[in-house]
């Protein structure tokens, strides 16, 4: 069973993160969901998600969320003592949607300062996926700089992008698209889109 780490930070776009969420449970993957104070305060204004308290208040808030899942966990973003914070319990994979430009610098830069900087930290030097979904737009050079020193680490630049070839009616389908180029970089087998090609039947 796979152990995936989900990261919403505070860019525009936390419906990224629970879609995935949602998804990685059905999938029967392991999720650990982290969440900055930022993509918290994002949450709650985009999606009007109050998941304030301490971690295990948030954990139980979170989990009835998603359906009373024992399989999500979730830790503090200043909790530097959780497993995902050794390369002796890296995850399988990490997922930062949104990925704020901030964040992305961070990881970049090394910082490792919270939980979520350190998780990424973690899991390109125990080379495993780590995909990061940009949601920002214009980009100025440090951003795109950025993006490059993280994809010449090994990270896998996903922005939130989503195709129209499939004639998207709703929002939910958009945000569906994005997510489901997700899963295909972690190789979960999906039905959130229709690939190009394939017979709508």
């Known amino acids: 069973m796979k152990q ?3 990261a919403i930070t505070g860019a525009s776009g936390s419906i990224y993160g629970l879609r995935l969420t949602e998804e990685l449970l059905k999938a029967e993957c392991r999720v650990v969901l982290l ?10 204004y985009e999606t009007g998600l109050e998941w304030e308290g301490p971690p295990s208040a948030r954990k139980q808030l979170m989990r009835d969320y998603f359906g009373g899942s ?8 200043k909790d530097l003592f959780a497993p995902i914070a050794s390369g002796s319990s890296a995850p399988d994979a990490m997922v930062v949607a949104p990925c704020s430009l901030g964040t992305a610098g961070r990881i970049a830069a090394g910082m490792s300062e919270n939980l979520v900087e350190r998780a990424a930290d973690v899991v390109l030097k125990e080379r495993r996926d780590l995909i990061l979904v940009p949601r920002e737009t214009p980009l100025n050079q440090i951003h795109l700089e950025n993006l490059l020193t993280l994809a010449r680490a090994g990270a896998h630049i996903l922005p939130a992008m989503p195709a129209f070839y499939h ?11 994005v997510v489901g180029k997700i899963l295909d970089s972690l190789g979960i087998k999906h039905r959130l ?7 709508k039947g």
């Open 4 to 6: 995936i780490v989900v």
């Open 35 to 44: 969440l900055t104070r930022s993509g918290l305060d994002v949450l709650r």
């Open 70 to 77: 024992k399989r999500l966990e979730h830790y503090d973003e």
């Open 167 to 177: 004639r998207p009616k709703t929002v939910e389908a958009l945000v569906d698209f």
């Open 193 to 199: 889109f229709q690939r190009w090609g394939e017979d």
